[in-house]
């Protein structure tokens, strides 16, 4: 048997190119839909798992794909706008926790999400580094965007403006950095945190400026009157929010009617949830409830229809090149035609002379499946993490 | 689009939302009351009012905290960092409403332990008619407008947020729903006295004028249908050339024999006061903790600093 292994070892040795190639193919024969079937799976528990832990998401009525990517993954256009009455609609049912979402703009390519300090309970997010959210103004990163940005607590991140077009529209606003979450390997790794109020201080609908009334703000008087003071396009408004000027900070109109793009809501039973579900139903209802877990299911269920075409198609290519193995070994047969005869004139039976050749056929198969393990192994450690990375770059 | 062709090119995003879509940790309901070790409720409140009436209701059920310091308005006081904070670590957080502690509209407070103890009473909310409104950009004219917020110096609206009190211990903390009942009980019993005995010594002064230092006495004044105008003269701050002749022209529309002050005002200024006929009482709005006694007592206090100036 030691004979027989050794022979073959010496010739695959001896053929190294032709093995490494056999090798390689049968490797990738049986790594692609192996491997992708994995990564596939792994993305879809991670997928689902977010999903999962967002019981329902509120918003207005459009597209539950676009509310749901937006609201958890801070990822697509967002999605038509709701008013922050539905948060309060929420709370006041007692049916659910409300947490208010927008996210709508975004400070050098990184989201801003407009939450409050129950998102953070909620997810399970530690500050790592300074503290929480205290004032309005103030943000709070995720780990890979203190990374990218090189900003910590004490200094400053600024809102980027919608379009540049927008001269008379959203302002930039210089944000004080309050602390760092850390590393949750997850969307919230990638967003800039604020309070709600702070989204919409950088949309314009509150602001803080001089006091009108006072003497020193005389310049940016347009009119006075015993009841009115009219300001002129001099008045001073703040960009950045400090202890300062805090309390000239200020929302006109009714705060409820401010926007939102979704409310995460979380019942504490399935008594509530159902009944809140059922809240949703009416004709005459401008918001919508999803089940984040169902819409990401269907959009599983397209991706798994993807991928089994692509599964379908590395099935094909594997028996193709299975069968282009096949026929290599039985053409390496014939051309071994005079070393066969010259083994069994030294005395080798029919039997190890077959042994010498299936072995061969063996180690090779046998090394490109041990190989496909390996790949396939790593592919489940480091799959979504590659991919990440790769994007990311 | 159709809707495969949506769903198409979702899921060729699928890499983009890969890139956020790690394994997510997820922590149990929010909003759900987590309590102390020793299973009592932690309380901060914005004013003291409310403290008095969260230990009466709350008992040995409730932990309560006020942190502003003793010598400071809670009204116009701003906590720093670590103080919101404590706040934000809080199982409950009772607010006076009616703008009360400016603050909380500009901190990131959680918004599912925030309790307006003003929400029943909104629609009986007294709005500042004088303040000055302005215009710039394309906003339009509108003023910062205050809400007159001592709520608490209508006796039968206290009794309101304390009911609201109540009911938000009771929601946090079930098992404890029937002594808070009988301890709000009790407060009641306590406070309609107060507005009872209020009620018998303000009707012996009719509708004679009377002012105030500071308008922070608007819902007493209504309750009780006192014919009160108020100035802006600090206790600890003797008033200016302007300000005495402000009062002066007041006096001529609204002859007062008698100005409200919400703390002992400085001799030099009670003299003056007494030179124009005006005589000075201290009514202790009881906004902070007091040096001595609780929010019953001060009231009570003034109860006799009135009747002491005007006779029982």
Known sequence: MKQTLYLAWRYLAYHRVKTLILVFSITLIVYLPIGLRVLVDQSS??????????????????????????TLYFRSDYPEL????????????QLATAIPMYVRFNAQGHPIVGTSYEY?????????????????????????????LDVGPGDFVISSPESVFDLAG?????????GVLGFSDTADDDAIFVDVRTTWIIQGLGHGHQDLTRPEAAASVLTRDSSNVVGNAAVVQYNEITEDNIDSFHFHGDISQNPLTAVIALPPDQKSSALLQGRYQGDDEVAQISRPVTVMNELLGTILTVQSFITAGAVIVGIATLATAALVFMLSLRLRRREIETLFKIGGSRLSVASVM??????????GVILAGGLTFLTSQFGSAAIRAFIRM | MSQWTRRGLAALALAAVLAGCGEQR????????????DGKLTVYVVDYPLQYFAQRIGGDLVQVEFPAPADVDPAYWSPDADVVSRYQSADLILLNGAGYAKWVSTATLPISKLVDTSVEITDRLITVEDATTHSHGPVGEHSHGEVAFTTWLDPTLALDQAHAIRQAFASALPEGEEAFHQRFDSLADDLLALDARLRDFFAGIG???????????????RHYELNLASVHFEPDEYPSENA??????LLAEHPAEWMLWEGEPMAETSSTLAELGVRSVVFDPCGNAPEQGDYLTVMRENVSNLIEVFGG
Request: charged share 25%.
């Open chain 2, 244 to 249: 005495w002749w402000d009062l002066g022209k």
């Open chain 1, 82 to 93: 709701m008013r922050y009455e539905q948060a309060t609609r929420i709370s006041s049912s």
């Open chain 1, 170 to 178: 959203v302002y930039p606003l210089r944000m004080r950095v309050a």
């Open chain 2, 207 to 221: 509708d004679r004028p009377l002012l105030a230092s500071h308008p922070v006495y608007q819902y007493m004044a």
């Open chain 1, 45 to 70: 528990q991670q997928l689902t798992a977010r999903a999962e832990a967002t019981p329902l998401v509120v918003g207005a009525k459009g597209s539950p794909l676009e509310l749901v990517l937006n």
């Open chain 1, 358 to 367: 299936t072995s061969e056929i063996v180690a090779v198969l046998l090394a």
């Open chain 2, 26 to 37: 997820r922590s149990d309901t929010a909003g759900s009351v987590e309590r102390d070790d």
């Open chain 1, 120 to 148: 953070f309970e909620y997810r399970g997010l530690e500050i790592v580094a300074g503290r929480q959210l205290g004032i309005l103004g103030e943000c709070v990163l995720g780990s890979r965007v203190a990374e990218a």
